[in-house]
């Protein structure tokens, strides 16, 4: 249980237009979803905080006019990255907190942007 | 808030050997500390975790320790493998929030 999926796996697109990325949970509801980027032999980082019903939280240096986040129903939030450019280039994977009573994060298996 | 330092960034050992890597934290409230592994291109894995109240949990060969004074945590993997070989990321959960703090990781290799 608990899965945690993500569309598209990877996306190739040109510079400035914009990319949406979905992250569901399947079989559980998450009224939180968080977004982390990767850059290659790179940590974890994380972008937002989604949360159902309520503005996303960024985190500091992250733009968020920029990268748009719509927590849109308890199993679904979507990450839009406009205006891509070269430098968005990355792997970013979504991940949702446990049902009650478990203690870890359920990642998706994350998309790979690369802007030309 | 919390900061995961990792160490080290890498890691070679021979089949069969141990290895170790450790983690410290910043934040003493922190509870929860999970040790993920990722393989290129895929999405982290959990292999182990621990809780604030435990000090050791061990699972076949792979076992973990938490140092609460010293803030610090270790991930120990016996009887290496090929198949170890990955990148594996220490993380911390501060408690003030669902959220995790990732260390900046460590690559394995096991060489044959």
């Known amino acids: 249980g608990a899965v945690v999926s993500q569309h598209p796996s990877w996306v190739i697109c040109k510079s400035g237009t914009s990319v949406k990325i979905e992250c569901r949970s399947l079989?559980?509801?998450?009224?939180?979803m968080f977004w982390y980027r990767q850059f290659p032999k790179q940590s974890l980082m994380l972008m937002a905080t989604?949360?159902?019903?309520?503005?996303?939280?960024?985190e500091q240096g992250v733009e968020k006019d920029k990268f748009l986040i719509n927590h849109a129903s308890l199993t679904l939030s979507t990450l839009t990255v406009t205006s891509a450019h070269p430098e968005d280039s990355s792997f970013y994977i979504c991940?949702?907190?446990?049902?009650?009573?478990?203690?870890?994060?359920?990642f998706g298996p994350g998309t790979r942007l690369l802007v030309l | 808030g919390e900061n995961v330092e990792q160490h080290p960034s890498t890691l070679s050992v021979q089949e069969g050997d141990s290895a170790v890597i450790k983690c410290t934290y910043s934040?003493?409230?922190?509870?929860?500390f999970p040790w993920y592994k990722q393989e290129l291109g895929k999405r982290p894995q959990l292999i182990i975790d621990?809780?604030?109240?435990?000090g050791e949990k061990k699972d076949q060969r792979i076992a973990v320790t938490l140092n609460k004074t010293a803030k610090h945590f270790s991930l120990h993997i016996t009887e290496t493998q090929p198949e170890d070989s990955a990148v594996y990321f220490c993380?911390?959960?501060?408690?003030?929030?669902?959220?995790?703090?990732f260390g900046p990781g460590t690559r394995l290799s096991v060489l044959p």
């Open positions: 079989d559980f509801q998450a009224t939180t």
């Open positions: 991940s949702a907190p446990p049902p009650r009573g478990r203690e870890t994060q359920y």
């Open positions: 993380a911390a959960r501060p408690p003030y929030g669902q959220n995790f703090v």
């Open positions: 989604s949360n159902e019903g309520s503005k996303a939280t960024y």
């Open positions: 621990i809780r604030s109240n435990v």
């Open positions: 934040d003493s409230a922190s509870n929860y």
